[in-house]
């Protein structure tokens, strides 16, 4: 079992809608949860960090952390075309050397 | 948050050479990272670059391929040895507080091996 997996994607949303993005980890020891953007040509950009259980808003995104289900997800709503990158979930693994894990990356176009 | 700064940015090298990557912070940090985005790919991490010790890798990478220097909480550097097309790829400098809490990454350095 891969540590950190996510829907690998393309996802494509039309515009105006919410995207959801979802990601499982194996780590159960794990508090540190982020999201990252990453545009072609550009190192990721960190959008979002979650460490407690239920939803933390900023602006149009949402994060979402589920500990017992070994689950976080981000919501996009009101997507815009900017809005169109690789989507990177990251978890900071405490098991063993403490290190940030990324899944494969969710490629997401929002659609005019 | 913090600003990390590397060098160089993009560079384009010959196969059988080694290429030092340089990582700087704006402010002392405990951790620091180095990962590796080979193309089409999501980021792998090298090695976890402690300050005055031999960093500590993850498997599949060795420090005589990836030489790594940590002199002091604010510099890194990081060596890709005897280069093959097979290491091109952007090289990612990353910092962290020490409770994993704040995660940021460099610009990167983009390599492409001829």
């Known amino acids: 079992q891969k540590e950190v997996e996510q829907n690998s994607g393309p996802l494509s949303v039309p515009e105006g809608a919410i995207a959801s993005l979802n990601c499982t980890y194996s780590?159960?020891?794990?508090?540190?949860f982020f999201w990252y953007r990453q545009y072609s040509g550009k190192s990721p950009e960190l959008i979002m960090s979650?460490?407690?259980?239920g939803d933390k808003e900023d602006g149009r995104f949402t994060a979402q952390l589920n500990k017992a289900s070994q689950y976080v997800s981000l919501l996009i709503r009101d997507s815009q075309p900017s809005d169109s990158a690789t989507y990177l979930c990251?978890?900071?693994?405490?098991?063993?050397?403490?290190?940030?894990?990324f899944g494969q990356g969710t490629r997401l176009t929002i659609n005019p | 948050s913090a600003v990390i700064s590397q060098k160089p940015s993009r560079d384009i090298c010959q196969r059988g050479t080694s290429l030092t990557i340089q990582c700087q912070v704006d402010?002392?940090?405990?951790?620091m990272f180095w990962y590796r985005q080979q193309p089409g790919q999501s980021l792998t991490l090298i090695a976890t670059?402690?300050?005055?010790?031999?960093?500590?890798?993850e498997s599949g990478f060795v420090i005589d391929k990836f030489p790594i220097s940590r002199p002091n909480l604010t510099f890194s550097t990081l060596t890709v040895s005897n280069m093959s097309p097979e290491d091109s790829s952007i090289y990612l400098c990353?910092?962290?507080?020490?409770?994993?809490?704040?995660?940021?990454f460099g610009e990167g350095s983009w390599l492409t091996v001829v």
């Open positions: 990353s910092v962290g507080s020490e409770t994993g809490n704040t995660i940021y």
């Open positions: 780590d159960r020891g794990s508090q540190s």
């Open positions: 979650i460490y407690s259980n």
């Open positions: 990251a978890v900071f693994e405490i098991q063993g050397a403490q290190k940030l894990v």
């Open positions: 402010s002392q940090v405990t951790m």
């Open positions: 670059a402690n300050q005055g010790s031999e960093a500590t890798y």
